[in-house]
T-cell receptor, first 114, second 110 residues
């Protein structure tokens, strides 16, 4: 049973550029959430997608946007990159109607902005 | 706003000693609590999930308790091994997201 798959694993971008990160959820899961983890900190919630719509959003600027596709996979887009966007970006999948079953996380994408 | 605190921030123990990791949270209106393990530069591996109606969960050498009324959870790791060295994260779940603590970094010395 495939878990959550994220790509790419590492990425280096220049300030002001745009980046797209990708996530395939665990088989059977229909909800995808994105988290940002800065060095030495716990992950922070960015947003959650269900039925191809953004259902909830954390305290992140509009430069962060996303998309969910009919096969439940998802993309995270970040525009006008800042040095402070350097972090590990984690994707988590779950079942919408059974959120109490918990979340499964991917291995993350390490983004470095220079 | 849910605030999650983990104490201590770091812990170093000799092999064989039992580990006790603490987690506290401010809002008791939770769906569940999940403990994760994170190796350096890697993603999160789920260790235990406790539903809000449960008091504890066990898996092998791991045991986690939950006291929702006091906003506390404790992760016990019995007979620690060098392979247990990692950062352990506590996450409190509501209807749409997890709120994480900053983690406890554990080093088990051989």
């Amino acid at each position: 049973d495939a878990g959550v798959t994220q790509s790419p694993t590492h990425l280096i971008k220049t300030r002001g550029q745009q980046v797209t990160l990708r996530c395939s959820p665990k088989s059977g899961h229909d909800t995808v959430s994105w988290y940002q983890q800065a060095l030495g900190q716990g992950p922070q919630f960015i947003f959650q997608y269900y039925e191809e719509e953004e259902r909830q959003r954390g305290n992140f600027p509009d430069r962060f946007s996303g998309h969910q596709f009919p096969n439940y996979s998802s993309e995270l887009n970040v525009n006008a990159l800042l040095l402070g966007d350097s972090a590990l970006y984690l994707c988590a999948s779950s079942l919408w109607y059974r959120n109490s079953y918990g979340y499964t996380f991917g291995s993350g994408t390490r983004l470095t902005v220079v | 706003k849910q605030e999650v605190t983990q104490i201590p921030a770091a812990l170093s123990v000799p092999e064989g000693e039992n580990l006790v990791l603490n987690c506290s949270f401010t809002d008791s209106a939770i769906y569940n609590l999940q403990w994760f393990r994170q190796d350096p530069g890697k993603g999160l591996t789920s260790l235990l999930l406790i539903q809000s109606s449960q008091r504890e969960q066990t898996s092998g050498r791991l045991n986690a308790s939950l006291d929702k009324s006091s906003g506390r959870s404790t992760l016990y790791i019995a007979a620690s091994q060098p392979g247990d060295s990692a950062t352990y994260l506590c996450a409190v779940g509501n209807d749409y997201k997890l709120s994480f603590g900053a983690g406890t970094t554990v080093t088990v010395r051989a």
